[in-house]
C-alpha cells in the first residue's frame, strides 16, 4: 500500500465516523446472530490474550518528554519512535517498512485533526504503533497502516474529551484488539473496528474520567476483537444487513459500555446494593464483556440503524460489569468470564432482534437489565442458558415497550433484568428454548401495567413469573410459544397484583403467582404425541437437507430452521417437509426455500399438524399453530447439525489481449492469449456468426500475435468479438470486442483464374520473389495436391524486376518459359487431370496461398474420376444344369449359374476401385480395375439357396465419392434362374361357419364361411351362396398357397315361404351344404285411442265421466289393459279384449279434483287427454253433452276401402240412435262380442268406429 491510499483510507474514515453519537452518557444497545457452533463468539476469545501491559505505562512515561511545541510531523514522528522504542526494548524487532508504514499513515490521520495537542498526537500514535507491532504473528505493511491509521484517528476524534494517556490506552488496546483479527479479515474491517473501538473507549474514558490504563486497553481490545470475529461467521445474507459502519459502531458501543460498567457511578441506580459490597472488575472481564456485546450487536438479520447497533452493544458491555460490582465476593467466584461474555452477546441480540421501532435508549436499556440480571444466579448455569436468558429478557422487554411506547428506561431496565434473572434462577426448566421463552414473556408481560407500576414491582414481577412458571410446567408438555404466552400473562397480573395491593415485597408476590401459575396452566391444552429426530453434518449443494431419521406418532412436519434456532423463531424456519403421515422415515429429503449460499448450522423440527389441514401453518400463524411436539420436559423435539457448502468446480480462467485494429479485412491479429485448458481462437460478428478461427493451442501455452483468418473478409468496417474457448466443447473461456476498421489498400497482385486449368497473377515482381501454383488432382491412389512443386522465381527463371502477368497452366508436364508479358509455366495434369487451385504470391505466408481459386471447389469436382455404371448382362444355369428335368433343390455339390456383369467407365483412362461381390456365393473375384469406356466379364454363382443374389459393389470413396456412390450390379434370386417343377394348381376349400338360422321371414341369412387355398398356386375364386339351388350371394376372393380367409355372405328370402331349405357355399372346387328354417312373422294387435269425449267443465267433488273409443288396428287379436288416469295419478285399470279391425267404447268415471285437471286414457300403444275445470257452484255450461269434444274430431276421416273393409257402395249404413241399439255384426258374420260393463264393440266402419251415440 502506498501513502496515497493510506490517505485515502484515513479520509474515508474521518468523513465516515468521527463524529459518533451517544457517547459521553446514557446506555445502548445491539443485535446479532449466534455463530455456527450455537455458541456465537463467547467461547473463542481465549485466542485473544492481553499484551504485556508495561509496554503502555512505559509509553506513558515515554511522552513526558514532549514539550507540546512541536508541528503534528514532529509529534508524529515522535510518536512513532516512541512506540517502536518500547517494542524494541521487550525484544520485539520493528522492520523500516513497517516503520515507514506507521509514519505515513500517522501523519495522515493527525492531519484529520490539527487541533488536536502535539502530546495527544505523541501519546496516540505512540499507543497505536505499540498495540499493532506487539503482536507475535506476522503482520503485512497494509495492514500496519490502516491498523495504526484507524486507532490513531479514532483516538484524536476525541481529543476534546480525553487525555493523552487514556488517547494512547485507547489507541494500542483498539490495535491490539484488531491486529489479533488480520489473519482473517480485509483491510477495510481491520481499520473500521480499530477506528470505532479506540474512539469509543477514549471518549467514554476521558467523560467518566477513567485513569486505570489496563482496563482502558482491554475494554478497547475486546470491542475490536469481538466485533470482527462475529464478523467474519455472519452469512452473505447477513452482510446485506450488517455494513462496517454497523461494524465501526458496535466495536465503539461495546468499549464505551464496558468502560461504563466499571464505574461505581453506574450503579447508582441499583437501589439494593450496599456502598461496602461494591466489587472491582478485572480486566479480563472488562476485555470479555465489550467483546461479547460488539459481538452480539451485529449478529442481526434485519435492518437497524447504525446508532440502535451501538446502543446495543453499549448497554450490553455495560450490564454484566455492574452485575460483578454490585456481587458478593461468593457469587463473583461463580461467575465466569465466559459467562460474561455470553450475557453480553445474549443482551446484545436479543435487544436489537426484530425492534427496528425501538428508540435507541430503550434498546440500551433492555441489553443493560438483561445482561445484569442474566448474571445474577444462585446455581451453576450453564454459559448458554445465560445468553438466552438475557436474549429472551431484551427481546420481551423491548416488545413490550415498543408496544406500549415506553419511555422511562428505568422500568424497561427493570422488567429485563428481572426477568432474566428468574429465567437463570430458576430450577427446573434446562433446555434454553424454555429459558427463553420464559425470560422473553416476563420481561414482556411486566410492563403492561407500566402506568401504575413502580420498577420493584415491574422486577419482582418479572423475575417472579419466569421462575414459577418454571416450576409449575416442569411435568406439562406445552410448546415454547404456549410457555411464552403463559409466562407473559402471569407476569402481567402479577405486576397488576401488587398494583393494586400497593406493595412491591417479592415474597408475597410469588404467593400469588404459584396460584395464578397453575391456574392458567389448566386452562391450556398439553400437545400429545412424540416423536424424535436426527440430522448430521452433511455436505449440500444448499438447495436441500437430508434428515437421517425421524419418527412421528401422530404425523405432521419436520421444519428446518436457519442458524443454531434454539428459540424456534417462526422467522428462522427456511425449509419444510411435505405432511408426514405417522411412522418413521429415513434419509428424508427437504428442499430449502432460500438455497444456503455458504456452509452454516441449521436445525430440524419436529411439529404437529394442530390444524389437520396437511399444510404447515407455523409461520404464517406466528408460532400459534402446528407447533413443535415436545419432550418430557416440556423442549422442542429438534437435532441439530452443520451443513457445508459443496465448492463448485473452478471455472478455467483465461488470458487475452486485442486491440482495436485496422486492415484489409482477410486478417485479424490477437497480440496475446493463453488458458490453463487446450484451447482455441474463434473471431465472431456482432450477429454471433464465425468468422474465423485459429489453430489448438496446449493447456499453459502462451500465443503471441497469432494471426486469425477471416472468412469470408470484411467488407466494411465492424465491431468483432474475439474468444477464447475450450478446445473440448468450444465453451468460451475468455472474450474481448475490438472494432476493426477496413483500410482501402489496392492489392499488391491481382490473380484471375479464367479456366480451372489456368491461373493468372499480375503485378511487380522483385528479384527473388518466388510465385508458387497450388494444384489439387486425383490418380489412383486417391485426391493430391502440390505446394511448392511448380513455381517461378524472378531473377533466375526470368529477367528481373518483372513488371506484368505470370501465367500457369495444365499442360503434359511442368516447364519455365518466359514471355512478353512475363511468364508462362506448364502444370503436369495427372492421371485424371488437374485444377489450379491458387496461387502464392510473394506477400504470402509461407506454406499458403493468398490468391485462392473462389472456383476450386467446382474445379475439383470437374478433374475428379466420373463415375461407373454397373449392369447384369446375363445370368443363365450352367449347360450341365439346364436339363427339364433339374430339381428345384441344389445338389450337394450345387447348381451353377454363368452370370456376365458389364460396366461403363466414362473416364479417358482406366479406373483403379476398390471391388467385391457383396452378397452370393462364388469363387471367382470380380475385376478391380475398369478399362475405359465398356466392358464386362463372367463368373460362375454356385446359389444356396432359391433366394440368393449375386450382387456385385464398388468402392469409389478413395475419390471422395461416399460409400454408396455407385448402385450395385444384382441378378435376380437364383430361384427364378433355374428352371422350377410345376406347382400343384389352386385348390379352395370351404367351411361354413356360421349361418342364421332360424330366420324370420323377411329378414335377410347371413353367412361365414372360411375359405382356404390348400393348392401349390395363388388364385382368385368366386364364392357363391345358393338357397335351394338358387344363386343369391357371391364375392371373390384371393389367396395365396396355404393361406386362408374369412367371407362373409348375405341373401334376402322375401320371396321364400315358411320353411326348411338346403343353403350351399361353393368355390370353384367345394360345395359344402347345410339346412336353414325360415319362421313365420309373429303377428300382434295394436289399439288406438281414435276418439275420447268428455265435459269441459264440472262440480268439484263430484264424478265426471269420459267416453273413449278404443280400436284394434293391428293383425293379430289381443288383450290390454286400458288406464284412466287424473293428474298422472290412475284411478281406474280395465282389461279391454278385440279381434283384428274391432273397436270398443269404454265408459271412465272418477271424482273431480278442484280446479283445472288433466284427464289421460291410455293402452299399451296410444293415450290421449282432456283438460277439465272444476266450479264450486253448477252453472248453465257445465250441462253434460254426448259427442266429440272440442279435442275430438265429429267424425273420423275417410278412408280407402281395402280387404278388410268392403267399399262404401258394398257396406250397409251403421245404424244411428234411431235405428236399432243392436251390436253391429262383424265381416265374418259372426256376433261381435259384448262390451263389458255395457260397452260397445264394433267394427270399422267407413268413417271410423261408431261413437257411442251411434250406437
Not at 329378414?1003 to 339351388?1029: C, K
Request: glycine share 8%.
Amino acid at each position: 500500500m502506498n501513502r496515497e491510499l493510506v490517505v485515502v483510507l484515513a479520509l474515508v474514515m474521518a468523513t465516515s465516523a468521527v463524529a459518533l453519537p451517544m457517547l459521553g452518557g446514557g446506555i445502548a444497545a445491539a443485535t446479532t446472530d449466534a455463530e455456527p457452533d450455537g455458541q456465537s463468539s463467547i467461547d473463542s476469545g481465549s485466542a485473544l490474550e492481553s499484551a504485556d501491559t508495561t509496554i503502555a505505562a512505559s509509553a506513558v512515561d515515554t511522552i513526558q518528554a514532549v514539550d507540546g511545541t512541536q508541528d503534528d510531523a514532529d509529534a508524529v514522528e515522535a510518536g512513532v519512535d516512541d512506540g517502536i522504542d518500547l517494542l524494541q526494548s521487550q525484544g520485539i524487532e520493528v522492520s523500516q517498512a513497517q516503520r515507514t508504514a506507521a509514519l505515513e499513515t500517522a501523519e495522515a490521520a493527525a492531519a484529520q485533526h490539527q487541533e488536536a495537542s502535539a502530546e495527544q498526537v505523541q501519546a496516540a500514535t505512540a499507543g497505536a504503533v505499540a498495540g499493532t507491532l506487539v503482536q507475535e504473528q506476522r503482520i503485512e505493511v497494509d495492514q500496519v497502516q490502516v491498523a495504526v491509521g484507524g486507532a490513531t484517528e479514532g483516538a484524536l476524534a476525541q481529543h476534546q474529551q480525553a487525555n493523552a494517556t487514556q488517547l494512547q490506552a485507547a489507541a494500542w488496546g483498539g490495535t491490539h484488539g484488531a491486529v489479533a483479527q488480520s489473519q482473517r479479515v480485509d483491510l477495510e474491517q481491520l481499520q473500521v473496528a480499530a477506528y470505532g473501538a479506540t474512539a469509543g473507549a477514549a471518549s467514554e474514558a476521558g467523560e467518566r474520567e477513567i485513569g486505570h490504563v489496563p482496563t482502558i486497553q482491554e475494554a478497547t481490545q475486546g470491542g475490536a476483537y469481538g466485533v470482527l470475529e462475529q464478523y467474519q461467521t455472519l452469512t452473505a445474507e447477513q452482510r446485506q444487513q450488517v455494513t462496517l459502519e454497523h461494524v465501526q459502531f458496535a466495536a465503539t458501543g461495546a468499549s464505551a459500555g464496558a468502560l461504563e460498567g466499571t464505574t461505581e457511578a453506574a450503579l447508582e441506580t441499583e437501589q439494593d446494593v450496599a456502598v461496602e459490597q461494591y466489587q472491582h472488575a478485572d480486566i479480563k472481564q472488562v476485555q470479555k464483556a465489550a467483546a461479547g456485546a460488539a459481538a452480539g450487536a451485529i449478529d442481526q438479520r434485519q435492518t437497524v440503524t447504525v446508532e440502535q447497533t451501538q446502543a446495543a452493544a453499549r448497554g450490553a458491555g455495560s450490564g454484566p460489569l455492574k452485575t460483578v460490582q454490585a456481587t458478593d465476593l461468593e457469587q463473583i467466584q461463580r461467575i465466569s468470564i465466559t459467562q460474561i461474555q455470553a450475557a453480553s452477546f445474549g443482551a446484545a441480540k436479543g435487544s436489537i432482534e426484530q425492534h427496528q421501532a425501538a428508540t435507541v435508549e430503550q434498546i440500551q436499556a433492555a441489553a443493560d437489565g438483561a445482561a445484569h440480571g442474566a448474571l445474577v444466579q444462585e446455581q451453576t448455569v450453564s454459559v448458554t442458558q445465560i445468553q438466552h436468558a438475557a436474549t429472551g429478557a431484551a427481546t420481551g422487554a423491548l416488545e413490550t415497550a415498543v408496544q406500549e411506547q415506553i419511555v422511562d428506561v428505568e422500568q424497561i431496565q427493570a422488567a429485563a433484568s428481572g426477568a432474566s434473572e428468574g429465567a437463570v434462577i430458576q430450577r427446573q426448566v434446562v433446555d434454553v428454548s424454555q429459558v427463553q421463552s420464559l425470560a422473553s414473556g416476563g420481561g414482556s408481560g411486566a410492563l403492561v401495567q407500566h402506568q401504575e407500576a413502580t420498577v420493584e414491582q415491574i422486577q419482582s414481577a418479572a423475575k417472579g413469573a419466569s421462575q414459577e412458571t418454571a416450576r409449575a410446567v416442569q411435568y406439562q408438555r406445552i410448546s415454547v410459544t404456549q410457555l411464552q404466552t403463559l409466562t407473559q400473562e402471569t407476569a402481567a397480573d402479577a405486576t397488576a397484583y401488587a398494583v393494586s395491593e400497593g406493595f412491591d415485597d417479592e415474597t408475597q408476590l410469588v404467593q400469588f403467582i404459584e396460584i395464578d401459575v397453575v391456574q392458567k396452566l389448566e386452562t391450556i391444552d398439553e400437545l400429545e404425541g412424540t416423536a424424535s429426530i436426527s440430522i448430521v453434518d452433511q455436505e449440500s449443494d444448499g438447495e436441500t437437507v437430508i434428515v437421517g431419521s425421524v419418527e412421528l406418532s401422530a404425523g405432521g412436519f419436520v421444519a428446518i430452521y436457519d442458524g443454531v434456532a434454539a428459540d424456534v423463531d417462526p422467522d428462522d424456519v427456511t425449509g419444510v417437509s411435505d405432511y408426514l403421515e405417522a411412522g418413521e422415515y429415513d434419509d428424508l429429503e427437504i428442499t430449502l426455500e432460500d438455497a444456503l449460499e455458504e456452509s452454516q448450522p441449521v436445525v430440524a423440527v419436529v411439529h404437529h399438524d394442530t390444524t389437520e389441514d396437511q399444510t404447515f401453518q407455523y409461520v404464517e400463524s406466528g408460532g400459534v399453530e402446528d407447533e413443535p411436539y415436545v419432550t418430557d420436559g416440556g423442549g422442542p423435539v429438534l437435532d441439530g447439525a452443520f451443513v457445508t457448502i459443496e465448492d463448485e468446480p473452478d471455472e478455467p480462467t483465461a488470458t487475452l489481449t486485442v486491440t482495436d485494429q485496422a486492415g484489409d479485412g482477410e486478417s485479424l491479429v490477437v497480440d496475446d492469449a493463453s488458458a490453463p485448458v487446450d484451447y482455441g481462437l474463434i473471431v465472431s460478428d456482432e450477429d454471433g456468426a464465425q468468422l474465423g478461427e485459429s489453430i489448438p493451442f496446449n493447456a499453459t501455452e502462451t500465443v503471441e500475435n497469432e494471426s486469425i483468418g477471416l472468412d469470408p473478409a470484411l467488407e466494411d468496417d465492424a465491431t468483432l468479438e474475439v474468444a477464447v474457448v475450450d478446445a473440448a466443447d468450444e465453451d468460451p473461456i475468455e472474450s474481448e470486442t475490438i472494432e476493426y476498421t477496413l483500410e482501402d489498400k489496392p492489392p499488391a497482385f491481382e490473380a484471375e483464374f479464367p479456366t480451372c486449368q489456368r491461373g493468372e497473377i499480375t503485378g511487380s515482381f522483385e528479384d527473388g520473389d518466388s510465385v508458387i501454383v497450388a494444384t489439387g488432382f486425383y490418380e489412383a491412389s486417391g485426391f493430391g495436391n502440390t505446394l511448392g512443386e511448380y513455381g517461378i522465381t524472378v531473377g533466375d527463371d526470368v529477367e528481373a524486376p518483372l513488371e506484368g502477368t505470370i501465367v500457369f497452366e495444365v499442360g503434359e508436364e511442368f516447364a519455365v518459359t518466359e514471355t512478353d508479358e512475363g511468364g508462362f509455366i506448364e502444370v503436369p495434369p495427372g492421371e485424371f487431370g488437374a485444377a489450379i487451385t491458387g496461387i502464392a504470391s510473394p506477400d504470402a505466408i509461407p506454406g499458403s496461398i493468398d490468391h485462392p481459386n473462389p472456383d476450386a471447389s467446382d474445379c475439383l469436382e470437374d478433374v475428379r474420376p466420373g463415375l461407373p455404371t454397373l449392369e447384369v448382362v446375363d445370368a443363365t444355369p450352367a449347360d450341365d444344369t439346364a436339363s427339364d428335368d433339374i430339381d428345384t433343390e441344389p445338389s450337394p455339390d450345387g447348381e451353377t449359374i454363368d452370370v456376365t456383369f458389364g460396366y461403363t467407365n466414362p473416364n479417358e483412362s482406366p479406373l483403379p476401385l476398390g471391388s467385391e461381390f457383396v452378397e452370393g456365393t462364388t469363387e471367382d473375384e470380380p475385376i478391380a480395375e475398369l478399362e475405359p469406356e465398356e466392358g464386362e466379364f463372367t463368373v460362375e454363382w454356385i446359389p444356396e439357396s432359391d433366394e440368393e443374389q449375386l450382387v456385385w459393389g464398388v468402392d469409389m470413396t478413395r475419390y471422395d465419392y461416399d460409400e454408396d456412390a455407385v448402385e450395385p450390379a444384382a441378378t435376380p434370386p437364383a430361384g427364378e434362374i433355374l428352371p422350377d417343377e410345376p406347382a400343384e394348381p389352386a385348390i379352395f376349400d370351404a367351411a361354413i361357419t356360421n349361418v342364421t338360422d332360424p330366420v324370420t321371414q323377411g329378414e335377410p341369412i347371413d353367412v361365414d364361411a372360411e375359405i382356404e387355398n390348400v393348392g401349390g398356386e395363388s388364385d382368385t375364386q368366386a364364392i357363391e351362396l345358393a338357397i335351394a339351388d338358387e344363386v343369391r350371394d357371391s364375392t371373390e376372393v384371393t389367396l395365396e398357397p396355404n393361406a386362408t380367409d374369412i367371407v362373409s355372405l348375405s341373401a334376402s328370402i322375401d320371396d321364400l315361404e315358411p320353411g326348411d331349405y338346403p343353403l350351399t357355399v361353393s368355390s370353384a372346387n367345394e360345395t359344402v351344404e347345410t339346412t336353414v328354417t325360415i319362421e313365420p312373422v309373429d303377428e300382434a294387435g295394436e289399439f288406438v285411442l281414435t276418439d275420447l269425449s268428455g265435459p269441459p267443465t264440472g262440480i268439484a267433488g263430484e264424478d265426471v265421466t269420459l267416453v273413449a273409443t278404443i280400436t284394434n288396428e293391428g293383425e293379430a287379436a289381443a288383450s290390454q289393459t286400458v288406464t284412466y288416469t287424473v293428474d298422472d295419478e290412475v284411478v281406474v285399470e280395465e282389461t279391454v279384449e278385440l279381434e283384428p279391425g274391432l273397436w270398443t267404447t269404454e265408459t271412465f268415471s272418477a271424482e273431480l279434483p278442484p280446479g283445472e285437471s288433466s284427464h289421460t286414457i291410455a293402452t299399451d300403444d296410444d293415450e290421449a287427454s282432456l283438460t277439465i275445470t272444476a266450479q264450486d257452484v253448477p252453472g248453465t255450461d257445465d250441462i253434460f253433452e254426448e259427442g266429440p269434444t272440442e279435442d275430438g274430431p265429429e267424425t273420423e276421416p275417410e278412408e280407402e276401402p281395402t280387404e278388410d273393409a268392403p267399399a262404401e257402395d258394398d257396406t250397409e249404413e251403421t245404424p244411428t240412435e234411431d235405428d236399432t241399439e243392436e251390436t253391429p255384426e262383424n265381416e265374418s258374420g259372426d256376433d261381435a262380442p259384448d262390451a263389458a260393463d255395457g260397452d260397445e264393440v264394433g267394427t270399422d266402419t267407413e268413417n271410423g268406429p261408431a261413437t257411442a251415440a251411434d250406437s
